[in-house]
Structure formats: structure tokens, C-alpha cells
């Protein structure tokens, strides 16, 4: 069994400028969901994608936008990046069909810093 | 919302119980209680989750009493690896409103040999 994973690891970026951010779920895993962890933080949920369609957002503007593919993997792409965009990007994956549908697997982030 | 609050610190021994309690006032009827434990520079882990009442599994109990309003993470007998941030979600990932799902601030627990 696969976990999450989540490319880059690190990332550095100059404001105004766009990123994106890749997510591959665990296998199995038909939903995929996005955090936000500022340093000190809690996560704070961005979108989450069903079936690759957003199924729920947070309160994040419309610059932040995700896609999901066939094979349930994820990305997240950030344009007009801000100096307060800096933060550990989260993905976690579950399966909305199970049972346990509200166990998230968590991957490792992407540390994003924007210059 | 489902505002939650945690304890910011907490400090314990090797081989003692730890029991951290969040507070959820505004809790919607269909909202889970998630605990994840999370390391620096690290994804949080799931540890436990539960509706109401008594869970248990092989690393730690959850406590939810009738009224849902709080519930409390009990790790039996910590070790010194057990050293991380302990963060309660409320919410439900499947029920349409997973713009309600709240981490709290997390509790920082510090165990001491």
C-alpha cells in the first residue's frame, strides 16, 4: 500500500508569481483534500476533491484552485502569490465511500515560501 | 462553526497517562471528533476518531460525553517519542460542509524522561 505523497518538497517563489502543487493519494483513496499550515498553526482546509470534482471549500479566494485526475491524484495551483501564501502545504486523501470515510492519511507537505 | 480549543502546552513524564480535552461548543449533530498527532516538518498522523461516547484502539482512548460539547485524548503510559503537537478536527469530511472543518491550535505535548 502506498501512501501520500507530495511533490515538491520545497519551494521557493517571488510575489505575483503562480505555483502548483502535486498530490498523489494512497491507494485506493477517491478524495483528496487540501490544507494550509502556517508556522505555529493549525491546518486549514483549502477545497477538497471527490471524483474529480471540488466537493467543498474553505475561505480561500479563487486564486487557489485544484484539480483532480482519473487516477485520483491532486494538484494545487496558487496564482498571485502573497508573502502570507507562505506555509506548509498539506494533502490528505480517504476514501468517501468507506466507513472510516473521516480518516485522513496526511502526506509529508510542501514547504512553500514566497519571497 | 464548530470553533475548537485546546490547551497551547502540556507537560508529562515517561510512563504516565496524558489526557487532553478539546472543546467544541458549537458542534453540528453530524461532525466527527478527530485527533492527529503531528512531529515537525511532518504530515499529522490519525490517532483516533469518534461520534459520542467511548472509543479505544491499540494507541489511545477517546472520550466524548453525551453532550458532544468536549472530548478528551487519553495516551496511556507516554514515552519519550510521544513528544508532538496533538490537534482535534471537528467536522464531517463527507456531509457537504467540509468548508466547517476546523483544526484547533493544537497541544504541544512535552514528555520528560
Known amino acids: 500500500e502506498t501512501g501520500v505523497t507530495q511533490s515538491p518538497t520545497h519551494l521557493i517563489k517571488t510575489r505575483g508569481q503562480q505555483v502548483t502543487l502535486r498530490c498523489s493519494s494512497q491507494?485506493?483513496?477517491?478524495?483528496v483534500s487540501w490544507y494550509q499550515q502556517a508556522l505555529g498553526q493549525g491546518p486549514q482546509f483549502i477545497f477538497q476533491?471527490?471524483?474529480?470534482?471540488?466537493?467543498g471549500r474553505g475561505n480561500f479566494p479563487p486564486r487557489f484552485s485544484g484539480l483532480q485526475f482519473p487516477n485520483y491524484s491532486s494538484e494545487l495551483n496558487v496564482n498571485a502569490l502573497e508573502l502570507d501564501d507562505s506555509a506548509l502545504y498539506l494533502c490528505?486523501?480517504?476514501?468517501?465511500?468507506?466507513?472510516?470515510?473521516?480518516?485522513?492519511?496526511f502526506g509529508p507537505g510542501t514547504r512553500l515560501t514566497v519571497l | 462553526l464548530a470553533k475548537t480549543t485546546q490547551p497551547i502546552s502540556m507537560d508529562s513524564y515517561e510512563g504516565q497517562e496524558v489526557n487532553i480535552t478539546c472543546s467544541h461548543n458549537?458542534?453540528?449533530?453530524?461532525?466527527?471528533i478527530t485527533w492527529y498527532q503531528q512531529f515537525p516538518s511532518q504530515g499529522p498522523r490519525f490517532i483516533i476518531q469518534?461520534?459520542?461516547t467511548k472509543v479505544t484502539n491499540e494507541v489511545a482512548s477517546l472520550f466524548i460525553p453525551a453532550d458532544r460539547k468536549s472530548s478528551t485524548l487519553s495516551l496511556p503510559r507516554v514515552s519519550l517519542s510521544d513528544t508532538a503537537v496533538y490537534y482535534c478536527?471537528?467536522?464531517?469530511?463527507?456531509?457537504?460542509?467540509?468548508?466547517?472543518?476546523?483544526f484547533g491550535k493544537g497541544t504541544k505535548l512535552s514528555v520528560k524522561p
Open positions: 458549537n458542534i453540528a449533530t453530524n461532525d466527527y
Open positions: 478536527l471537528v467536522g464531517d469530511l463527507g456531509g457537504g460542509s467540509q468548508g466547517n472543518l476546523i
Open positions: 469518534g461520534y459520542k
Open positions: 490528505a486523501s480517504s476514501d468517501l465511500a468507506a466507513s472510516s470515510y473521516n480518516e485522513q492519511f
Open positions: 491507494s485506493g483513496h477517491n478524495t
Open positions: 476533491y471527490y471524483r474529480e470534482e471540488e466537493n
